[in-house]
């Protein structure tokens, strides 16, 4: 019953910006981690930056200075913000979350994907 539906991707220009965005709804109890990762034609998929429930985040190092990733943990909602896009950061852009269920059940959530493409 828990879904993860994002919306923001599509096309733009190099130095370009787009915002992400991904709603968790459902039976939730709790939404630990959050995240946003990204697969490119060829390539394996690799995490682009995360986020804790109290605010710490990370960020792979291609992405360090042009990405924000925030979260409204009162709407259940993470936010990617991506600025000084390139072309190398097209990708199909994936959502992911931590979430509790239950007391006994925690597991991973992914959203469906949103296509990002920045045209040179």
């Known amino acids: 019953q828990v879904q993860l539906v994002e919306s923001g991707g599509g096309l733009v220009q190099a130095g370009g910006s787009l915002r992400l965005s991904c709603a968790a709804s459902?039976?939730?109890?709790?939404?630990?981690?959050m995240g946003w990762y990204r697969q490119a034609p060829g390539k394996q998929r690799e995490l682009v930056a995360s986020?804790?429930?109290?605010?710490?985040?990370n960020y792979e190092d291609s992405v360090k200075g042009r990405f924000t990733i925030s979260r409204d943990n009162a709407k259940n909602t993470v936010y990617l913000q991506m600025n000084s896009l390139q072309p190398e950061d097209t990708a199909v852009y994936y959502c992911?979350?931590?979430?509790?269920?239950?007391?006994?059940?925690?597991?991973?959530?992914w959203g469906q994907g949103t296509q990002v493409t920045v045209s040179s």
């Open positions: 459902g039976s939730i109890v709790r939404i630990n981690d």
């Open positions: 992911a979350a931590d979430i509790t269920i239950t007391t006994l059940y925690r597991r991973d959530y």
């Open positions: 986020a804790t429930r109290g605010g710490s985040t």
